[in-house]
């Protein structure tokens, strides 16, 4: 089945710091990969989303690359915020055969950064 | 446009009570989807409907159930509730299955 693998967290950083979030996949079809963001006390927010390889989604200075060599789609930002404090999820979604409309979630990353 | 709504936002209930919880999708969104988060399991897909119609489902015992209705507003049932049935319950709508999905903000559910 299918199958999101992130890196383990929590990742603390300080404002203005490089993020990087790994994100790896394992899917039988052609999935359209997603990060959502999730803040405290809310539901999830996407955040960017990219449908075929070597697509690259972005948004608010997030970036993620689409690459089906390597079955990743790592999140990255070059300088982040306090506000960006939240925990970030990978997923992806493959609508082909018994997968309608379920996405595979990753479990989560934690990102705090500290001014 | 408005975002998905979702209610209750907060409920308490007792083992062995049942619950309903409730999901408004995006208007002109027809395909809805609902899932259970918990510290433990992560993120978990219940099940997903689409013109009334249950299409998919996860692998959660028969105590979970679902319908759609005709306006595409969608609600789950949790009957016997278990203790390890608190969560936080997420639905999330899309125009239809392959497009991308917008979530609610969730219904915490504890139960005592």
């Known amino acids: 089945g299918n199958s999101v693998t992130q890196m383990e967290g929590p990742v603390t950083l300080s404002e203005e710091a490089f993020l990087t979030i790994n994100c790896t996949y394992t899917a039988t079809g052609y999935p359209s990969l997603f990060w959502y963001v999730q803040y405290p006390g809310e539901g999830l927010q996407l955040l960017l989303k990219?449908?075929?390889?070597?697509d690259k989604g972005s948004n608010k200075g997030f970036e993620a690359t689409y690459r089906k060599e390597t079955t990743s789609f790592h999140l990255e930002k070059g300088s982040v915020q306090v506000s960006d404090s939240a925990v970030y999820f990978c997923?992806?979604?493959?609508?082909?055969?018994?997968?309608?409309?379920?996405?595979?979630f990753g479990q989560g990353t934690i990102l705090t950064v500290h001014p | 446009k408005a975002g998905v709504t979702q209610t209750p936002r907060y409920l308490i209930k007792t083992r062995g009570q049942q619950v309903t919880l409730s999901c408004s999708p995006i208007s002109g969104h027809r395909s809805v989807s609902w899932y259970q988060q918990t510290p433990g399991q992560g993120l978990q897909f219940l099940f997903e409907?689409?013109?009334?119609?249950?299409?998919n489902k996860g692998n959660f015992p028969g105590r979970f159930s679902g319908r759609q209705f005709s306006n595409s507003r969608s609600e789950m049932n949790v009957s016997t509730l278990e203790l390890g049935d608190s969560a936080l319950y997420l639905c999330?709508?899309?125009?239809?299955?392959?497009?991308?999905?917008?979530f609610g903000p969730g219904t915490r559910l504890l139960v005592l």
């Open positions: 999330a709508s899309s125009t239809s299955a392959e497009e991308t999905q917008y």
């Open positions: 990219a449908t075929k390889a070597d």
């Open positions: 409907y689409f013109s009334e119609t249950q299409r």
């Open positions: 997923a992806l979604s493959d609508s082909g055969g018994t997968s309608y409309g379920k996405l595979t």
